[in-house]
């Protein structure tokens, strides 16, 4: 009796890994056809339709009609993809200024974006914000299911689906995940903003084919996202990767005491802007102002961006003697806007370390940590936690 149930477990276990392993072919390598995923598989054919019949009647997939035949000729297979229409996830970037929100269908084909002002309210009041959007969104679903899982990007440290903490954005002690898991009924993943940068580049972007990488985020603060032997590495309490909080001089005041200089104190997009208004005198200058005065070559701006690149140089070489990935990744909205900045960073890189690793800008990166939050909460969607699944990039950083 103990023995034939082992057996009717194994078989069930066998039957769903094989049921993910389908759903995983359909999903990277749409669109394909059974023969297809029976080759990819080594599958038999029947395993394959059983598989196959069984998705379609839980209305994951669609049928695209007739492929070609092979050389060996026989009949034209059906072609099939994952069904775009089931449904759809959200991701929301609670960023300082701005709640980014990004619809995606389950395809991870992106339906819409929108950025929504949000500087100097309360968490609550992004909240509302927040539930307002998704009954807009929900008002022009035309899915069979809905809405399936929220992903959030957090600005601070996450661990097990829990803020430890947000230096920007005071919580107020909301659980976020059992605030919309209650109201939605739906899977809600929390996860740091540099972290999901880092599974846009694994997922969407420059390190499909990379084991181990790591992604510098340069906002308000600096964090990294890092991939290690493809997946994601978060530490044992969540803070691996808080490189902004890495000290890196020792400032003595007038009393002898030391006061530690961390990463981000000199080197974030606030910290720049900050330098750069003690020199000038002046207060309230922002990112396009800042690019401004480096395209006429001003000689203050173009100090305090040296040291910038010196520090963030500096930084990734020191990144790369911990962890030596195959590649850095940059997300930084004024590197975007100023690519020298990325040239100079490559040659400080270059003359600690004395070799070439690729450290390359991200690209759409206004969409890096959405797009990264989508792969997430798809793959939960879908039941595929831990299974590679390969998106395509939006074509622009706005729109599908």
């Known amino acids: 009796m103990v023995r034939r149930s082992m057996n009717r477990m194994n078989r069930n ?22 023969i297809e995923i029976s080759h990819q598989l080594n599958l038999n054919k029947s395993t394959v339709s059983s598989l196959y019949n069984t998705l379609m009647a839980d209305g994951y997939l669609t049928e695209l009609g007739l492929g070609e035949a092979s050389n060996a000729g026989g009949r034209k297979p059906t072609l099939i993809e994952i069904n775009r229409n089931y449904g759809f996830t959200l991701t929301f970037d609670l960023g300082y200024r701005h709640l980014h929100a990004l619809v995606t269908y389950l395809n991870g084909q ?38 399936l899982g929220i992903c959030f990007s957090i600005h601070g440290i996450v661990m097990d689906n829990q803020i430890k903490t947000s230096p920007f954005i005071d919580m107020d002690g909301i659980d976020l995940e059992q605030v919309f898991s209650t109201m939605y009924q739906v899977p809600v993943v929390l996860e740091n903003e540099a972290n999901l940068s880092a599974v846009y580049e694994r997922d969407f972007n420059g390190a499909r084919d990379l084991n181990s990488t790591v992604t510098v985020s340069i906002h308000r603060g600096i964090g990294a996202g890092i991939i290690l032997q493809r997946e994601l590495f978060r530490g044992e309490h969540g803070d691996a990767g808080e490189i902004g909080q890495t000290v890196v001089s020792i400032e003595m005041d007038d009393a002898g005491a030391g006061h530690p200089v961390h990463a981000e104190d000199i080197s974030s997009e606030d ?130």
């Not at 009041?125 to 969104?137: F, K, L, S, T």
């Open 13 to 34: 276990q066998l039957h769903d890994q094989n049921l993910k392993f389908v759903l995983q072919q359909i999903f990277n390598n749409h669109p394909t056809s059974r």
């Open 110 to 147: 992106v339906w819409k974006y929108d950025r929504i002002e949000t500087k100097g309210q309360s968490i609550h009041e992004m909240i509302d914000q927040i539930n307002h959007y998704i009954a807009a969104v929900q008002a022009e679903d035309t899915t069979s299911h809905g809405l």
């Open 271 to 400: 910290a720049i802007i900050q330098q750069l208004e003690q020199k000038k005198g002046i207060t309230n200058l922002d990112r396009t102002q800042l690019v401004a005065l480096y395209q006429k070559q001003d000689a203050d701006t173009l100090a305090v961006l040296t040291k910038f690149t010196t520090a963030i140089g500096g930084l990734i070489y020191n990144l790369m003697r911990s962890l030596d990935p195959d590649a850095f990744f940059i997300n930084s909205p004024l590197v975007e806007e100023i690519p020298t900045l990325l040239m100079q960073i490559r040659t400080v890189y270059q003359n600690l370390a004395h070799n070439a690793l690729t450290i390359d800008l991200t690209q759409n990166a206004r969409l890096a940590t959405v797009l990264g939050g989508c792969s997430l909460i798809t793959h939960r969607a879908l039941g595929l936690d831990h299974y590679e699944l390969n998106f395509e990039r939006p074509a622009t950083e706005t729109t599908a």
